[in-house]
T-cell receptor, first 110, second 116 residues
Framework: RKEVEQDPGPFNVPEGATVAFNCTYS??????FFWYRQDCRKEPKLLMS???SGNEDGRFTAQLNRASQYISLLIRDSKLSDSATYLC???????????FGKGTRLHILP | GAVVSQHPSWVICKSGTSVKIECRSL??????MFWYRQFPKQSLMLMAT?????????EQGVEKDKFLINHASLTLSTLTVTSAHPEDSSFYIC????????????FGSGTRLTVV
């Protein structure tokens, strides 16, 4: 099983729709989780951390399910500018190493 | 917030030459920095972990003699691609962790290397 797995997409979603991504991780001891956004030919940028209780930042909601070892990202009222690749990131705290998923590509359609 | 500056943004070099990429943490000290490589439409792959004042730790399959890493200060790490070949053409990105910044990692803007 891959350490961090994501559906590569692409997800083609009309503007204004709600879209959700899931990500599964294999190391049950992982403690820290993040969603990053990467635009084409750009560096990844932190979108939000994922907390056990779930957290929301504007149109974005992240949730963690430790029992099933997955995290999710929900984008409401999607905008054209949301088009990007969304990377699921898990921190291996023992080695202080971050592990990236391969990313999910999102295309918001006008 | 935490800022990591990476230079150059892009570079074109001839086969056989060496290229140095710099990664600086501008407003925090980074005892550890990370170097990644990303090929088109693929995920970021960790190449090595750069430790201030000591030798870098390389991931399996990454040649340490080809990708020289120096982390001489708490704010600067460099990656030198030696004797570059066309297959080394890629997007190289550094990152560092600022424990005071949203508990996440900050990335440099990346260096697009093209070897001709």
């Amino acid at each position: 099983r891959k350490e961090v797995e994501q559906d590569p997409g692409p997800f083609n979603v009309p503007e204004g729709a709600t879209v959700a991504f899931n990500c599964t991780y294999s190391n049950s001891a992982s403690q820290s989780f993040f969603w990053y956004r990467q635009d084409c030919r750009k560096e990844p940028k932190l979108l939000m951390s994922v907390y056990s209780s779930g957290n929301e930042d504007g149109r974005f909601t992240a949730q963690l399910n430790r029992a099933s070892q997955y995290i999710s990202l929900l984008i409401r009222d999607s905008k054209l500018s949301d088009s990007a690749t969304y990377l699921c990131v898990v921190l291996d705290e023992r080695d202080d190493k971050i592990i990236f998923g391969k990313g999910t590509r999102l295309h918001i359609l006008p | 917030g935490a800022v990591v500056s990476q230079h150059p943004s892009w570079v074109i070099c001839k086969s056989g030459t060496s290229v140095k990429i710099e990664c600086r943490s501008l407003d925090f000290q980074a005892t550890t920095m990370f170097w990644y490589r990303q090929f088109p439409k693929q995920s970021l792959m960790l190449m090595a972990t750069s430790n201030e004042g000591s030798k870098a730790t390389y991931e399996q399959g990454v040649e340490k003699d080809k990708f020289l890493i120096n982390h001489a200060s708490l704010t600067l790490s460099t990656l030198t691609v030696t004797s570059a070949h066309p297959e080394d053409s890629s997007f190289y990105i550094c990152s560092a962790r600022d424990y005071g910044y949203r508990y996440g990692y900050t990335f440099g803007s990346g260096t697009r290397l093209t070897v001709v």
